[in-house]
Structure formats: C-alpha cells, structure tokens
C-alpha cells in the first residue's frame, strides 16, 4: 500500500555480513501498517589514495557485529 505525507517512518538497519573488505546492510522501511520498503547496501571501505578496496580492522569488525 502506498505512504502518503505527511507521516511518520521508522528506518531499521541490520548488519546482513561482514566481509574482507565490505560491509552488507539491511534496512527496512517502517509506518504504522507495517514495513513498505526494503532496501540492502554494500560498504567497501577503500583507499583513497589508490582507490583499490582495504581491508577491515579487527576494532572495525568488532563494531559492525555488534549490529548483526
């Protein structure tokens, strides 16, 4: 069913995984009829001088899997 304005929206946003070098999001849309969107995002964390894909730290996993 379609959300019309105004309203109030919740976002939820769960880790889905955790690679090498990435991060994968879940997010879900939320209104009082319930969820009406889903949407998934994949971080890569790079290197800005080269552009090239880094990979996570240790503390930086540790932080994502507090989310999962």
């Known amino acids: 069913a379609p959300v019309h304005y105004p309203?109030?929206?919740e976002?939820?946003?769960r880790v889905k995984r955790i690679g090498n070098s990435s991060v994968t999001?879940?997010?879900g849309l939320f209104c009082l009829q319930?969820?009406?969107s889903t949407a998934e995002t994949i971080l890569v964390f790079a290197n800005l001088e080269t552009g090239k894909s880094t990979?996570?730290?240790d503390d930086v996993k540790e932080i994502f899997a507090k989310y999962n």
């Open 7 to 9: 309203n109030d929206i």
């Open 55 to 57: 990979p996570l730290s």
């Open 11 to 13: 976002i939820g946003t």
């Open 34 to 36: 319930g969820c009406f």
């Open 25 to 27: 999001l879940q997010q």
